[in-house]
């Protein structure tokens, strides 16, 4: 999408300095090496759930089934068992098995290493084709599986994004990401991304902002327009 469609009220110098604060305040984050498939199971077990019930409902399920073909084999209700913690475990656990089994189809095991020669579009295309596979999974394997160019926008960096005017208010979230990826620079996806979470968690919080405590006040559009009226 070409830039000039969104005129943010933020500028390319308050990216930058978004990231600088953002990356002081929580780290800079450097990509690990992680399964791609172990990943699109760990997506799909975050949907519509917190972070602490998917990683237990991951955990318990790598336990009773630690191969992908295993996990492929066992019977639905088994796997449901498993991910109970993770809620939503009747919907997720046919979604798991049918991606795995669509993967193995295709590709005649489980494994889902030739995204990286993909690119970024038939990469997604292919995982969006999977059952339980939005915009959002797709990309945040692809970025962290294999460091493809894509920013993912969950709940936090949809609300944080929004607030900082980053995005204009009405944007939806396929258009958040993609006015996100013209004005982050490419090496900075990851660290943005991770890094909008932990602040949309930490400080600026859906319920209750804490915005005496955010560094990024004198950059962020919310708060200067509310500081402003006072
Ligand atoms: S100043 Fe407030 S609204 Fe703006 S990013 Fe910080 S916590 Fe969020």
Redesign the pocket.
């Known amino acids: 999408m070409p830039l000039s469609i969104w005129h943010g009220k933020m500028d390319k110098q308050g990216i930058m300095e978004c990231i600088r604060v953002l990356e002081e305040l929580y780290g800079v984050v450097r990509a690990e090496k992680i399964d791609p498939v172990d990943l699109l199971i760990q997506t799909i077990l975050s949907q519509n759930t917190s972070d602490r019930n998917s990683l237990r409902a991951f955990a318990n399920l790598k336990r009773a089934f630690p191969g992908h073909e295993e996990l492929l084999a066992a019977p639905v209700e088994e796997i449901a068992d498993q991910i109970r913690e993770g809620g939503l475990a009747d919907i997720k656990a046919p979604r798991i098995k049918e991606a795995l089994a669509r993967i193995k189809q295709d590709r005649g095991s489980v494994t889902l290493a030739f995204l990286a020669k993909c690119g970024r579009e038939k990469g997604l295309e292919y995982l969006q084709s999977l059952p339980g596979v939005g915009p959002k999974t797709a990309s945040v394997v692809l970025l962290f599986a294999f460091g493809l160019p894509l920013m993912p926008v969950d709940t936090h960096v949809f609300r ?1 994004s929004r ?2 005017g980053l995005i204009p208010e009405d944007a939806t979230q396929k258009k958040a990401q993609e006015i996100l990826e013209e004005w982050v620079p490419p090496e900075k996806y990851l660290s943005m991304h991770l890094n909008l979470i932990r ?1 949309g968690r930490l ?2 919080r859906a319920r209750g ?3 005496e ?2 560094p ?2 004198h950059i ?1 559009d ?2 200067l327009r509310a500081t402003s009226l006072k």
Do not use: T, W
Request: aromatic content about 6%.
């Open positions: 944080v607030r900082l602040h400080i600026c902002a804490r915005h405590e955010c990024l006040r962020c919310c708060y």
